[in-house]
């Protein structure tokens, strides 16, 4: 099972998680011609990509999705709260490419689960992408979760012991408040229905994290209120500072580019 960011952040988002030859996309919040560019990158195929699932409706998650659904004719999973909100944003999607679903749906042979994040969008959800059980081979999971004000229950009880993470680490408090937003935007990232703090986000990652856990990667980064470097270094301070600080000094952490693709991240069985 392998995993990877094709883009990251409020300029667009997509995340490529499969086994083998195939793969689905959560969210396409960059165009489809960026998307194929970024695929290209790292020598994956585009014929591949056997659907999109998407996690919320804002423009950097869902740019691209109509135009890449129609041109790889793949179908689009979405829970029917959200086609509501963005059909008529994606354009002509054919009725076999609609898939209306609820929390749990399987997609490239991958198992996944929804469950519900706090944004201000009409719906918002992270994910739980999963290998089926197979005969002598042991359990995978990545836990993708961006888009959430605060860490809810679900988050804790979704992404615990999780194989490895795709995690927001939207903005840096001090950065923020010192920042040029104005005084509304900025409550409206630190509020329960905005972004994650890197330290919010590090204290989330304590509870997650397990003996299992092979890689974490940190996404979704602000680019005027955050960079990877004060993400990155705040994220570590607070796992080397824990109590497990032992079992995290090994862990692999990095942040995922913004307009580029990240390596292709393989985990072991």
């Not at 029917?80 to 898939?99: C, D, P, Y």
């Amino acid at each position: 099972m392998h995993f990877t960011t094709l883009a990251s952040g409020s300029s667009g988002n997509a995340i490529l998680v499969g086994e083998n030859n195939r793969h689905l996309l959560v969210d396409c919040g960059i165009s489809g011609k960026s998307l194929l560019h970024n695929l290209s990158q790292i020598h994956l195929s585009c014929s591949d990509i056997e659907g999109i699932v998407v996690t919320h409706e804002h423009v950097d998650h869902i740019r691209g999705v109509g135009i890449l659904a129609r041109k790889l004719k793949i179908p689009i999973y979405a829970t029917a709260g959200l086609w509501n909100v963005m059909s008529h944003f994606l354009g002509k999607i054919e009725e076999g490419q609609r898939i209306e679903v609820q929390e749990s749906f399987s997609c490239a042979g991958m198992d996944v689960l929804l469950y519900p994040t706090s944004h201000d969008s009409r719906e918002s959800y992270g994910l739980k992408v999963s290998r089926p059980k197979q005969k002598n081979k042991r359990d995978l999971a990545v836990g993708i979760a961006t888009d959430s004000g605060m860490i809810t229950e679900e988050m804790h009880r979704h992404l615990q012991g999780c194989d490895a993470f795709v995690v927001e680490a939207n903005y840096d408090d001090e950065r923020l408040q010192n920042g040029p937003y104005p005084a509304y935007l900025k409550r409206r990232i630190r509020g329960k229905y905005g972004h994650l703090e890197n330290k919010q986000l590090a204290e989330g990652l304590l509870e997650w994290i397990k003996e299992n856990t092979q890689r974490v990667v940190l996404a979704h980064l602000s680019q005027e209120n955050n960079t990877p470097e004060i993400a990155l270094a705040t994220v570590l301070r607070i796992l080397q500072d824990s109590k497990r600080s032992k079992e995290y000094s090994k862990l692999p952490v990095d942040v995922a580019p913004r307009h580029s693709p990240h390596e292709l991240i393989r985990l072991m069985e």
